[in-house]
């Protein structure tokens, strides 16, 4: 550190000598401003929020693919463009949030499905909807997804959430992939012809990776029954990220009385994850569009169930934290989206430059006072060395003359710096100095002279 300091010193030194101290400190000083500067222009340019985003949602037709067209119908009320990624589903999504090289923002995901992924750079804004699983099979009716065994499976396609819970369940009864119960995991071009020609025996479906028309096409047809989960009560015990829904007689189309009696159904939730880079505000407007979208009453969830913070997989954006507790920040509550952001960026920048330039500005009459006087030093450290030499002993006429002939010459520099009006003071100050000098030498001469 001493080195260091010494190497400096003499850095210092030789720039001094070359350019003026003063001069150098005015450099730096403006060098600092214009630091400054730039960093406020960086700040103001990079702080704004994005006005655009990429959603994956799902297959063609599905519900997630639906919602996220809804998100992008109200996104761009707001001047905010949102791609919609297709996928096969929650898995899908998934990978892909947690995949840095796929441009992707924010998805739907069905709980359950995490498995190996990591996720310390995913968090979650909300659960947004339930995710039923149904069951459509033709032939006796069944009460347990155990009596599925040996039989033909469609369970859903690799990287949906249906293939994982169906899966799951199967699993708890027993039923494992490489035995005699043949699972089936390409997706069908016509599942309800495949059930009606005896191609397989029963089909495993969810909102995330088939399409609504699908579904309802499996419902009404005659001939194909919707499995009853008599024991949802277990299976959300012991599968912990289950729901119990109900859908209620008669629910689906009350003239055919679709379906003939109450249904126990589970459902895991899903939830809007995104990356830990997303922008505060856009968290904002996103559970702003999920209130609009998920938050009314529907067949299986209550008027504001939805979007909710029951969640136990992802970590808690803290941005949806505080909006669940007290709303959007007041700029984007009161103000369109985009000029909340305008207002934001001038904040972001402005309070910390304020905080920087305002003691900068209050010290800058006394850096150049101090610069003034850096001009003005090196003259009265030349005169202390002359009144050193005049009166520290006994002079010759000689000595003495030598002594004024220096004075003069310091005083002839003196007069060629410039010196603005308000330091005049410090100019004159330093001339009676050396007239002090001078009137003192010629008294001497004068005493030495009549002696």
Known sequence: MIELKAHFKKIWAKLAAIYGGSIIL???????????????????????????????SGEEGSIFQKNALKYKAILAREGVKLTILPSNGSIDNLNKLADKRVKVDIGFVQSGVVGNVKVDKLMSLGSVAYQPMMIFYRGESKSLIADFAGERLNIGEPGSGTRSLALNLLKENGILPGGRTQLIEKPSLNPVEDLLQNKIDAIFVMGDSVSLQLIKDLVKTPGINIFNFNQADGYTRRIKYLHKLVLPEGSIDLGKNIPVNDLNLIAPSVELIARDTLHPALSDLLLDVANEVHGSASLFVKSGEFPNLNTQEYRISPDATRYYKSGKSFLYRDFPFWMASFINRILVVLVPLLLILIPAVKLAPSIYRWKIQLSIYPFYKALLELEKDAFGSTLDV??????????????AKL??????????????????????????LLAEQISDATE
């Open 26 to 56: 005015f450099l730096a000083w403006m060098l600092g401003i214009f630091a400054i500067v730039s960093l406020a222009l960086f700040l103001f340019f990079n702080s704004a929020a994005p006005t655009t985003l990429t959603i994956t």
């Open 398 to 411: 000689n000595k003495r003359q030598e002594i004024m002939s220096h004075l003069d010459e310091l005083e």
């Open 415 to 440: 007069s060629k710096i410039k010196i603005p009006a308000a330091f005049a003071d410090m100019f004159y100050g330093l001339r009676g100095h050396i007239n002090f000098v001078r009137t003192r």
